[in-house]
Structures are given as C-alpha cells and as structure tokens.
C-alpha cells in the first residue's frame, strides 16, 4: 500500500459527459501529479501541483482540468468526454523535499471507460 | 527526441535466469535521477530501484541491480535469477534536475513486457 488513495477505482460513462477522478496523497506530500495510461503505453504526465499551486504541465487536453485543495487532496475533471480518453489514470505524491530518492509514490489508478 | 527510451517492446526468460532490460536516457541536465517501476498485470506502480547521476556506484536492491553508464547514458535493469513473479510491465524513468521543492516529475518510457518462461 503506497499510502495514495484513488477514488473511484473504475469508471464508466458516455461520450460527451464529464466525470471528476479524486487522488488522497500520502500525509506530509506537498506535491500531486496526475498521469495518463492508455492501453498499452506509457504514462504520459498530465498536470503536477505543489502545495496547491499549479507547477509543471504536460499534454493535457484542455478539456482535461485539476486542482489541489488546502488540504492537499486533488482531483482531475474531464469533461465532454470522448472514446480516445479511456485510460488508466493514475495519482502520484512525493513530498517534494531533499530527502530520500524522490520517487513518486503512486495510487493504484482509476480506470475510466467511456462508451 | 525521445528522454527515455525503451528498445524492448517484449522479453521471454526462461525462468532462474539473469535478464537486462535495456533503458536510454536523453538529458543536458546534470543532475538526475533514475528510476525503475515494475507494473504487473493487476496495474498498480511499484518503485524498484533509483541511480542519481551523481552516484560512484551502481544501484542496488535485492535482485535488482542498475547498470549504470553514464557516457552511453544508459541505465539498464538486471533481474538476477528471474521468478514468475517477474512477469510484469518495466517502466524506466527520469528526473531531470535537483530532486526537492516540487521538481520530482517522471518522464517514463514506454516499457517492456517481461514474460519469465516456466
């Protein structure tokens, strides 16, 4: 358990709607990054906050948006949904300091299917 | 061009064998970081192993080890004596620049798929 939590773990809407994916990070981690897995490929980085503030940005559609609350969690919202947006996606923390390795800790994704 | 790149779509091994999985890097930065993240079938991300650049010596975890050569700029996994439970997803990854103050983002390359043969 990497101490990252994702809600919901799956999903499944239809084109054009719009959904909101939920990401708890690890306590203490001040920084939240959102990837993207479609079938198959890699992670592509979509969107990283910093104590609530937004700090480094991907390829993220602009239909695609998130924020990180006082609290730390964070969600992803997409909206007007198409078939191509189907994918794994997952949450990561780090807590941003100088210590250890810097690995990302991640969440076990939530896979979000559109029909 | 490509910051990580992958050459090994797929890797068959026979079981109790050694196996490199081959990672490229691509970076002007002088400080970073290397990662290693096994994704089994099930789909969560599990931390392997970590190279900074700065390191004299070789990672090491267990059966995991990095090899390291930074001229070729290379960081490929070894799997010593490989399992069946190695059969999985194998994603490298780089940090580019000093970890701290929220600059730890990931480039990943687009895995292997590792099949550990009975």
């Known amino acids: 358990d990497s101490g990252v939590t994702q809600t919901p773990k799956h999903l499944i809407t239809a084109t054009g709607q719009r959904v909101t994916l939920r990401c708890s990070p690890r306590?203490?981690?001040?920084?939240v990054y959102w990837y993207q897995q479609s079938l198959d490929q890699g992670l592509q980085f979509l969107i990283q906050y910093y104590n609530g503030e937004e700090r480094a940005k991907g390829n993220i559609l602009e239909r695609f948006s998130a924020q990180q609350f006082p609290d730390l969690h964070s969600e992803l919202n997409l909206s007007s949904l198409e078939l191509g947006d189907s994918a794994l996606y997952f949450c990561?923390?780090?807590?941003?300091?100088?210590?250890?390795?810097?690995?990302?800790?991640f969440g076990e994704g939530s896979r979000l299917t559109v029909l | 061009a490509q910051k990580i790149t992958q050459t090994q779509p797929g890797m068959f091994v026979q079981e109790k064998e050694a196996v490199t999985l081959d990672c490229t890097y691509d970076?002007?930065?002088?400080?970073?970081?290397l990662f290693w993240y096994k994704q089994p079938s099930s789909g969560e991300m599990i931390f392997l192993i970590y190279q900074g650049s700065y390191d004299q010596q070789n990672a090491t975890e267990g059966r995991y080890s990095l090899n390291f050569q930074k001229a070729r700029k290379s960081a490929n996994l070894v799997i010593s004596a490989s399992q069946l439970g190695d059969s999985a997803m194998y994603f490298c990854a780089m940090r580019e620049g000093f970890r701290g103050g929220g600059n730890e983002k990931l480039t990943f390359g687009t895995g292997t798929r590792l099949t550990i043969i009975p």
């Open positions: 970076t002007s930065d002088p400080s970073y970081g």
């Open positions: 306590s203490g981690d001040l920084s």
């Open positions: 990561a923390s780090n807590p941003s300091d100088v210590s250890g390795t810097g690995e990302l800790f």
